[in-house]
């Protein structure tokens, strides 16, 4: 059993960035104040779900470009995740994990039915179409439809998304389930 603790200890996890160390640093600060078992208090500490995709799209000049998109779920005890989509140039698995581990805080502070959740697109989106955002956007959304969902996952907007880039995941995933969420 030793072996197994101690090999998990000096794992390298992807997602473990200096933003997710700081979230991870506040969130030790808290727990001695927290009402929770170890067990628990171990679990909170880690995202349950980290998803890296490749996400191909056609530019406007008839260029295939693969973007790199993540979604990150910390917890969903308190019912389904919740949190922002961003594209950015600088959006990583670490941010997303450390956001949504956030998240997570804020619901459960608030005693919101919901869990953390943070995801984004490694992009320039000022320097795209509006075709080419729909293109990138709804690739996204069908590359997440299994994990994302009214019951499950429900993004919202975040930095240089807006109510338009919901539209187009809701249609999106709308279409892929054959009803309208």
């Not at 530019?59 to 995740?81: C, I, K, M, N």
């Not at 459960?108 to 992009?123: D, H, Q, S």
């Not at 109510?163 to 279409?175: I, K, L, R, V």
Request: glycine share 6%; charged share 25%; aromatic share 8%.
């Amino acid at each position: 059993m030793a072996r197994i603790e101690e090999a998990a200890s000096h794992t390298h996890l992807e997602w473990d960035t200096p933003l997710f160390q700081t979230a991870v640093a506040q969130y030790e600060q808290a727990v001695p104040y927290a009402d929770i078992s170890e067990g628990v208090a171990e679990r909170l500490r880690y995202p349950e779900r980290a998803v890296m995709l490749s996400i191909p799209v056609r530019l406007d000049d008839e260029r295939r470009v693969v973007f790199a998109g993540y979604r990150v779920q910390h917890s969903s005890v308190l019912g389904p995740t919740k949190g922002g989509i961003r594209y950015d140039t600088e959006v990583t698995l670490g941010e997303c994990a450390a956001l949504a581990m956030w998240m997570t805080w804020k619901c459960a502070l608030l005693k919101l039915p919901y869990g953390g959740a943070k995801g984004g697109v490694r992009c320039n989106p000022h320097q795209m179409s509006q075709d080419e955002l729909e293109r990138l956007t709804r690739r996204f959304t069908s590359e997440l439809l299994p994990v994302i969902g009214p019951q499950e996952d429900i993004p919202a907007p975040d930095m240089a998304t807006n109510e338009q880039t919901m539209a187009w995941m809701m249609d999106t995933y709308s279409m892929q389930v054959g009803h309208a969420v």
